[in-house]
């Protein structure tokens, strides 16, 4: 049987090791260009595993990348390049630690619904129903309310992904430019987050960037077929 596992951040080094040992006795490891080669020129692939991890968090590079070296593991890294370019954190990094009821009615009063609408929903899950522009908006409001500053960002630097991608163990990816949800955007928006991600982390690399990862990433609900053909469009493979 083959496998793709996903990661998001990683915080135990030691943990991440034991999970690698285990994978590498049980699969062969493959990289995303011999998932390519079997998608498009029918490579045959038994018992094969491919690492993938969204998002760029610092994590990747301080635990994930260390223990993929030593082990010699080729994975993919799929990246939205605004928070590598500007250090500036996705909105779901931004509030981890915001209280969440608190949170609940600032957005119900930005959506000007009673908080009894938005009751029986995680803040996390109504906020991905909204345009990044209303999301950041939201949390916007809450700083004012609550005198919060922006959190130090999370995330990798540009430096770091230039790096990743000269080592030659690490297939980058782009991940749109600030990680909306693409179907809740225009057709505008959608369109310029998806180019310019892509031509954005191949002006950092200075390499053709070939994949492409839908935030969320659930068909029909994430994103559909006006997606799809605007990466047909761009070379994504």
Known sequence: MNRIIN??????????????????????MISA????????????????????????????????????????????????????????????????????????????????????????????????????SEIWEIIKMYRARFNIEPKRCRNMGTKQLTELDREGLVALGAHTLTHPILLNENDIDAEYEIVRSINKLSEITGSKIKYFAYPNGVPGLDFGKREIDILQKSGIK
């Open 33 to 132: 260009q011999d998932l390519e080669l079997y998608y498009y020129d029918k490579k045959k692939l038994r018992n094969s595993c491919h690492l993938t991890v969204d998002d760029g968090d610092i994590s990747f590079y301080d635990v994930i990348y260390p223990i993929i070296k030593k082990y010699n593991i080729p994975v993919s890294l799929f990246v939205s390049p605004a928070a590598a370019v500007e250090q500036k954190n996705f909105w779901f990094q931004e509030i981890l630690d915001y209280d969440k009821e608190k949170l609940k009615g600032i957005t119900a009063s930005f959506l000007g619904v009673k908080i009894e609408t938005v009751n029986n929903y995680p803040v996390h899950h109504i906020l991905k129903l909204l345009k990044i």
């Open 7 to 28: 990661f998001h951040d990683v915080r135990d080094i030691a943990w991440f090791e034991r999970i690698i040992k285990l994978l590498i006795n049980k699969y062969n």
